[in-house]
Nanobody, 113 residues
Framework: QVQLVESGGGLVQAGGSLRLSCAAS????????MGWYRQAPGKQRELVAD???????NYADSVKGRFTISRDNAKNTVYLQMNSLKPEDTAVYYC???????WGQGTQVTVSS
């Protein structure tokens, strides 16, 4: 079965950095278009960033200039580098394969003020 496993979440102070990783495996799956979503308590799930198979990136306005999505095809892994973190970035972050659709279980990111 296809599995996406996120790692790298945790507790960080405002202004700090974290790097999330999403390792994909199983059933001959290789990453294509990939994204990161997040969901904060009481809020809708929102797209944070995505990257196409051709390497084109897209970011939510709230994270532009602070977050960077990247991929390592040889490792079948997608990353989200998060810098200058703010308390409003606190959420569960989900890795998703967009083509085809698969979701990871999520990893908690908590940014303290």
């Amino acid at each position: 079965q296809v599995q996406l496993v996120e790692s790298g979440g945790g507790l960080v102070q405002a202004g700090g950095s974290l790097r999330l990783s999403c390792a994909a495996s199983g059933s001959g799956f290789s990453i294509n278009a990939m994204g990161w979503y997040r969901q904060a308590p009481g809020k809708q799930r929102e797209l944070v960033a995505d990257i196409t198979g051709g390497g084109t990136t897209n970011y939510a306005d709230s994270v532009k200039g602070r977050f960077t999505i990247s991929r390592d095809n040889a490792k079948n892994t997608v990353y989200l580098q998060m810098n200058s973190l703010k308390p409003e970035d606190t959420a569960v972050y989900y890795c998703v394969s967009l083509i085809p659709v698969y979701w990871g279980q999520g990893t908690q990111v908590t940014v303290s003020s």
